[in-house]
């Protein structure tokens, strides 16, 4: 530079000038830093929907082993005892068992997403468990039934004739609470009413015979008719040999 002559260049070296270079690189450090924060907020929520997703699959899981207990204790039980204890625990069990896990997730999102999974499962199981228990109930009441006829036809071993009518009346209804569970149409029902009844008069002319064979043959006789057919053999051959010769 020659003597005297101040230094000069292209751009205007006021302090307005520099103040403008710091404030651009501030902007761009800025932007940089804004940019990079969003990213590591996109990779936090990518984390969080991860770790409620596994918290839910976990929690699906386990609340599923929880129901199969329950349903394995169900489908040990027969009868009406599997039928009070689906109404008594297994459907209180594992409807608490879904409430449970929903109210330990760790946010409302994990719970969601719980629930959505579960609650389809716990449908299922709810269905599956009605079906079983109808399924022994049904068996419970045919035995129950059947019990009637058995009662009704030992009673009439000892029974008086006036007796009979009643004894002969639960053998009918036996058959009747059978064919409704047993959903047996109405010629079945008919055939096993005509089998009870004869049943029940087999044992009272059998036991009639061993005191009075002339009255249980004279009896038979009159009712016969009302037998179904193998009991009108067997009962025929067996009062006419108890008969007295002539």
Do not use: C
């Not at 044992?203 to 037998?227: C, G, H, Q, W, Y």
């Amino acid at each position: 530079l020659e003597p005297g002559i101040p230094y000069q260049n292209d751009r205007a070296a006021t302090p307005d000038a520099f103040g403008a270079q710091v404030s651009q690189a501030e902007q761009k450090v800025g932007g940089a830093l804004e940019g990079f924060g969003d990213v590591l907020a996109k990779h936090a929520n990518k984390m969080q929907d991860d770790n409620n997703k596994a918290w839910a699959n976990d929690a699906f899981v386990k609340a599923t082993i929880e129901t199969g207990q329950l349903e394995a204790e169900l489908r040990s039980l027969n009868g009406k005892a599997a039928l009070d204890f689906y109404k008594d625990k297994y459907v209180p069990g594992v409807t608490g068992i879904a409430d449970q896990y929903g109210k330990t997730a760790p946010n409302g999102e994990a719970g969601r997403l719980f629930q959505e999974n579960f609650r389809r499962q716990l449908g299922y199981d709810i269905k599956n468990g009605a079906i079983y228990s109808a399924t022994q109930l049904k068996h419970y009441n045919m035995t129950t039934a059947a019990a009637v006829t058995v009662q009704a036809t030992e009673r009439a071993v000892i029974a008086g004739d006036d007796e009979m009518p009643n004894l002969l009346s639960q053998a009918r209804r036996s058959i009747d609470d059978q064919a409704e569970a047993g959903g047996w149409s109405p010629e079945e029902t008919a055939v096993k009413k005509q089998a009870a009844e004869s049943q029940v008069w087999a044992a009272k002319l059998r036991s009639m015979a061993n005191s009075d064979p002339e009255k249980a043959l004279e009896v038979f006789n009159k009712i016969r008719k009302t037998l179904d057919g193998n009991t009108q053999i067997k009962l025929d051959d067996q009062l006419n040999k108890l008969r007295p010769a002539a």
